[in-house]
Nanobody, 119 residues
Framework: QVQLVESGGGKVQAGGSLRLSCTAS????????VTWYRQAPGKRRELVAA???????NYADSVKGRFTISRDNAKNTVYLQMDSLKVEDTAVYLC?????????????WGQGTQVTVSS
């Protein structure tokens, strides 16, 4: 069974760092495009960072210079390094990935991981 699982969330003080992981498991060939989203209570889901299979990246203006998306293809894992965290970064972070499977390419969502930044 193919799964996408996030980890690495937690509580941190403003100015601190966290690294989120998004790992694909099951019978997959590779991870293609990946996008990290976040959703805070009462707010719309927003794109945080994205990476294509070719290595191009894109960031929300609110996180540029603080967050970095990267990938380890050998581990089928994508990371979101979050530095200089702010209280307003508090949200559930979710990854969405297009996975290349034997039957074709399909999109999957992870279950989300909570990030809480305190002042």
């Amino acid at each position: 069974q193919v799964q996408l699982v996030e980890s690495g969330g937690g509580k941190v003080q403003a100015g601190g760092s966290l690294r989120l992981s998004c790992t694909a498991s099951g019978s997959i060939f590779s991870i293609n495009a990946v996008t990290w989203y976040r959703q805070a209570p009462g707010k719309r889901r927003e794109l945080v960072a994205a990476a294509t299979s070719g290595g191009s990246t894109n960031y929300a203006d609110s996180v540029k210079g603080r967050f970095t998306i990267s990938r380890d293809n050998a581990k089928n894992t994508v990371y979101l390094q979050m530095d200089s965290l702010k209280v307003e970064d508090t949200a559930v972070y979710l990854c969405y990935a297009v996975l290349k499977l034997p039957a074709g390419s399909y999109g999957y969502w992870g279950q989300g991981t909570q990030v809480t930044v305190s002042s």
